[in-house]
């Protein structure tokens, strides 16, 4: 179910090898070139990915080589970086020392393959990022030096200055990165066809403790487990330098450090594989520069921010047509534990600024189904049902049998029958919840209109509000409830 398979082909598949093929030959100037593999990579949501292997025959390499052809996908977000552009912040990486795959060339010209696109070294190993969590052959020295490894390749990347003369496509404010960051996010959540009051509250938290240093380094924008490759325990590659940006270096790890990147092992604070001391040690015996936790901790929190409001906006590229995809629908869904995340890091920021006016406290939805007075008129298996039983035929007849490239979609099509379910059976009584709750607080606090933009606007804009933290987060945690109920059930208990 990937978005190149709803997208379409910009042109045929044969045209683009062939086209490909006399492109490199062009490059290299070899006497003869020959295809040994061609197909599509997993991962890539924003881009596209090919693995190309060849045989070259003379010129500059001969022999046979193993590439990955990075390509504009048809839909792109806004913040990405052009193909071209990427291929040269990956030149400068690769020349500052870290690991990534060599960049041979890039191509900006249409009649290639239709879109901009350059070819790199395909590395050894996987970025399956949940496969890497959950790897019971990792030990614990292992996990240890990986994440030391990893640490050690983010402060490689960090020693590249901003200078007026590197790579001068990238945008060079002026003042803190944070402060920026906060001017974008307020700018992006504006555009939003929906309001977030747990985004807003993070927002007022964040201004009012945003770190003032202004020194910018080379980022990756988008350093999390998924985007770096693994091989028996020591890292090959990293990869998707599309975010690349001048920043603040804490907030390269504030991202790798976020709940969202940690695959079902919170505990494991850097991306579900190690812990932060190991993490900090490796980036600091390359850069030699203390980490301040409660600034990572800033830039943790803006990283939840920042995933859902990109979440969102991939979830708007399906719903407008422009890239039709279940992943992306998908996508849009997770926005509930998306938040929930952002709250999570909001409380250990404020413990760790010595604010404990907001506790942890576990709460049980308020709904957990909606009332079905249709029922008695319906003798056969409703819409609900159906849903039910083909999810259960689809993970336990279809999915088996299923090649392996083909169950991670299969999976996406039974979660997505699994909120559908929900979505019929309790989604009516949910929302009434919500809109329940809501009235009901404004009216106590005054607050008007009584209603979620309301409610943001008062967050936003309201004289007090760090005073009232705590009863606004446990609001914005009762609607976080009631909306993963939906979404996903499994995180409905504060944790």
């Known amino acids: 179910m990937s978005s190149r398979q709803s997208g379409g082909e910009r042109m045929s598949r044969a045209s683009r090898l062939a086209n490909l093929l006399a492109f490199i030959q062009a490059q290299t100037g070899a006497a003869g070139i020959e295809a040994l593999d061609y197909q599509p990579l997993s991962g890539g949501a924003i881009q596209e990915n090919d693995g190309l292997d060849v045989r070259l025959e003379g010129g500059s390499l001969p022999g046979e080589h193993r590439f990955v052809v990075r390509s504009d996908a048809a839909a792109t977000l806004s913040q990405s970086l052009r193909r071209w552009q990427e291929y040269q912040v990956l030149e400068v ?36 990022a949940r496969k890497l969590a959950r790897d019971d052959g990792l030990t614990r020295t292992q996990r240890s030096a990986l994440v030391f490894e990893v640490g050690q390749n983010l402060a490689r990347l960090h020693q590249v200055p901003c200078t007026p003369d590197c790579l001068p496509f990238l945008a060079r404010a002026e003042g803190a990165p944070a402060q920026q960051r906060l001017d974008e996010y307020r700018h992006a959540l504006d555009g939003l066809s929906t309001v977030y009051p747990a985004i807003e509250l993070a927002l007022r938290v964040l201004q009012d403790h945003a770190p003032q240093d202004s020194s910018r380094v080379l980022c990756h924008g988008d350093f999390r487990a998924g985007n770096y490759m693994v091989e028996n325990g020591r890292l090959t590659a990293v990869l998707d330098w599309e975010f690349a940006s001048w920043s603040d270096p804490n907030e390269d790890l ?104 907001v506790s942890l406290t576990d709460r049980p939805l308020a709904v957990r189904h909606g009332e079905r007075p249709w029922a008695e008129y319906v003798d056969h298996p409703d819409g609900i049902e159906l849903l039910q039983v083909a999810r259960q035929a689809l993970l336990e007849d279809v999915l088996p049998a299923l090649p392996p490239g083909q169950r991670y979609n299969a999976r996406m099509v039974a979660n997505a029958m699994a909120i559908a379910r929900r979505e019929l059976e309790w989604g009516a009584g949910l929302r009434q919840a919500r809109h329940d709750r809501v009235q009901a607080f ?53 944790a």
């Open 93 to 128: 990486a690769h020349a500052a020392g870290v690991q990534v795959p060599r960049p041979y060339w890039s191509s900006r010209d249409p009649q290639v393959i239709g879109a901009d696109f350059y070819i790199m070294q395909r590395a050894a190993g996987s970025a399956d």
């Open 254 to 357: 504030g991202w790798m450090c976020a709940r969202s990147w940690r695959f079902g092992h919170p505990e494991r604070e850097v991306g579900g594989i190690g812990d932060k001391p190991d993490f900090f040690a490796g980036y600091q015996s390359v850069s030699g520069r203390e980490i301040d936790p409660l600034v990572v901790s800033w830039w943790e929190l803006i990283a939840s921010v920042r995933w859902a409001i990109i979440a969102h906006e991939q979830a708007q590229r399906h719903l407008s047509g422009q890239q039709v995809s279940l992943e992306l629908a998908l996508t849009g869904r997770m926005l509930p534990e998306i938040q929930r995340d952002l709250m999570l890091h909001l409380r250990d920021f404020l413990a760790l600024s010595g604010d404990a006016s």
């Open 442 to 494: 404004c009216r106590v606090h005054d607050i008007a209109p009584a209603s979620l933009r309301g409610l943001a606007r008062h967050i936003r804009h309201a004289d007090g509000v760090a005073a009232s933290l705590a009863p606004l987060c446990a609001l914005v945690d009762e609607l976080l409830e009631l909306e993963l109920a939906l979404s996903n059930p499994g995180r409905t208990q504060l």
